[in-house]
C-alpha cells in the first residue's frame, strides 16, 4: 500500500489565504519531502525534513513533521495564483540497502484570484 | 546550474513497438531514479541505480529494462508497448551519501502509446 497519503485531495481557496496540505505515512522514514508540480510538468522539490527535525521554514513554507504520528503539514502563507498547482509529499527509507521516494496522492491546490 | 535532462520529451508510439528514454544527471550524481505517472496519478517509482548498478526494483514491469552508463546518464528501455504505458516518466539523481538527499527531477518524457 501506499506510504504517503495526503489531504485533502483537493483545496480551493482565495488568494491571500492560507493553505494547509496534510500528509501521513506508515513506516519509518529517513525524512520527508514536499514536492509541487504544475499540470503535466516535472517535479519540483520544495523542501526537505529530516526524521529529528519537527518544523522548518522555506519562505512562504512551512513544514511540520509529527514522526510519533507519522503525519506532516505543508503550510502554505499568503497564497498568490501562481502557487495553483499539485502539492506530494514523499517520505524516503532505505529498504535493503537503497534509498527510495514513495509519494502520496497528492493535493491539487487552486488559488482564486 | 546544470539540472537533469531528459530525452525526447515527447515521444508518440504504436502498441507493441519499442520506445527508448534517456536521462542524464546533474554532474557528480551518483543515483539516478526513474518514476512512472499515469494521468491524474502519483508518481510511481520503477527503478534506480547507484554508480551503475542497479539499487532498487519498484513496480517496473517485465517489459521494461534499464541500465546506467559510464558516464552515469541512463537509459529506460520499453519494449511491447501498451496502451497503458501512456505516462509522464521522470528521471530524478542525487547524491546517495550522505543520507538526507534531495532528489533532482528532470522535466519528463511523456510518451503516448497509440
Known amino acids: 500500500s501506499q506510504q504517503g497519503e495526503e489531504d485533502p485531495q483537493a483545496l480551493s481557496i482565495q488568494e491571500g489565504e492560507n493553505a494547509t496540505m496534510n500528509c501521513s505515512y506508515k513506516?519509518?522514514?529517513?525524512?520527508l519531502q514536499w514536492y509541487r508540480q504544475n499540470s503535466g510538468r516535472g517535479l519540483v522539490h520544495l523542501i526537505l525534513i529530516r526524521s529529528n527535525e519537527r518544523e522548518k521554514h522555506s519562505g512562504r513554507l512551512r513544514v511540520t513533521l509529527d514522526t510519533s504520528k507519522k503525519s506532516s503539514s505543508l503550510l502554505i502563507t499568503a497564497s498568490r495564483a501562481a502557487d495553483t498547482a499539485s502539492y506530494f509529499c514523499?517520505?524516503?527509507?532505505?529498504?535493503?540497502?537503497?534509498?527510495?521516494?514513495?509519494f502520496g496522492q497528492g493535493t491539487r491546490l487552486t488559488i482564486n484570484p | 546550474a546544470a539540472g537533469v535532462i531528459q530525452s525526447p520529451r515527447h515521444l508518440i508510439k504504436e502498441k507493441r513497438e519499442t520506445a527508448t528514454l534517456k536521462c542524464y544527471p546533474i554532474p557528480r550524481h551518483d543515483t539516478v531514479y526513474w518514476y512512472q505517472q499515469g494521468p491524474g496519478q502519483d508518481p510511481q517509482f520503477l527503478i534506480s541505480f547507484y554508480e551503475k548498478m542497479q539499487s532498487d526494483k519498484g513496480s517496473i514491469p517485465d517489459r521494461f529494462s534499464a541500465q546506467q552508463f559510464s558516464d552515469y546518464h541512463s537509459e529506460l528501455n520499453m519494449s511491447s508497448l501498451e496502451l497503458g504505458d501512456s505516462a509522464l516518466y521522470f528521471c530524478?539523481?542525487?547524491?546517495?551519501?550522505?543520507?538526507?538527499?534531495?532528489?533532482?527531477f528532470g522535466p519528463g518524457t511523456r510518451l503516448t502509446v497509440t
Open positions: 513506516t519509518s522514514i529517513n525524512n
Open positions: 514523499a517520505t524516503d527509507a532505505v529498504i535493503q540497502g537503497a534509498q527510495k521516494l514513495v
Open positions: 530524478a539523481s542525487s547524491l546517495l551519501r550522505p543520507l538526507g538527499y534531495e532528489q533532482y
